[in-house]
Every structure is written in structure tokens, then in C-alpha cells.
């Protein structure tokens, strides 16, 4: 009987061990230590707009066409901001301070703050090192 335990228990830390591994890039977007400290800014067109969870997003064509992931704040967060899916669409001009992927070939930023149509949404205030 202690072995078919044992056995048992292996499988068990086996199997948790792997949901673990499987969950362990959903867990390393969250949170910034992905992105640079430095903040930048983005200017371009809004491709497309999502307010799907867990993080509302957006498409950005930037000046040189290259196409970028721009990653809001939570969704009640990003509501907060005064930012809804009627807030942007596709063709408006965009500019985005955030932080951008420390891994230069992903075009990624985590925006703090975005300006459309003249409109300036802070999703991360106390984030933002340059007004």
C-alpha cells in the first residue's frame, strides 16, 4: 500500500508540476519585469481594438508600418481610464507612452498612458515619468 501511495503522489506533483510549466508564460506577461524600465513613445494608426480579457488591447501600425501589440491595463482598470471599445477604431491616429518589450524583436509595449482624437486616457498614472 505505501508504494501505490507514493506512486500516486508522484503522479499527482508530476501533473501539477506540468499545469505549472504549462501556465509559467501567462504568468511571466503579467506584472513589468518583461518590459524596459524606460518608457517610450509610439506614434502611428490603430489597427484594432480588443477588450477582451485579461488585458484590453490594441494593433498599432507605427510610422514605418510595422505592425504593434499594445497591452492596456486590467479591464475594470482600462474602464477607469475613461478607455472603451468606443473610445479608439481602426484608422484613428494613436500615440502611446508605455514600456516596450525588453526582447527588441517583439514589437510589444505595455502603454501607461494613450491620446486618441485629442483625448488622453492615463491607465497607469502612477506609472507615467514624463508628462
Known sequence: MPVRMSRRRALQLGVGGAAAAASAPALAHHGWNW?????????????????APPHPSLKVAASDAKEWLIDLANPNQTERSGFTAASA????????????????????????RI???GKTYDLYPERIKTN
Not at 484608422?91 to 517583439?106: E, F, H, P
Request: net charge positive; aromatic share 2%; no cysteine.
Open 115 to 117: 491620446t486618441v482624437a
Open 35 to 51: 518590459a524596459e524600465d524606460q518608457q517610450s513613445e509610439l506614434k502611428g494608426t490603430v489597427k484594432s481594438v480588443s477588450m
Open 89 to 112: 477604431k481602426a484608422g484613428d491616429a494613436i500615440t502611446v507612452l508605455g514600456n516596450r518589450s525588453k526582447d527588441k524583436r517583439q514589437l510589444w509595449m505595455k502603454a501607461v
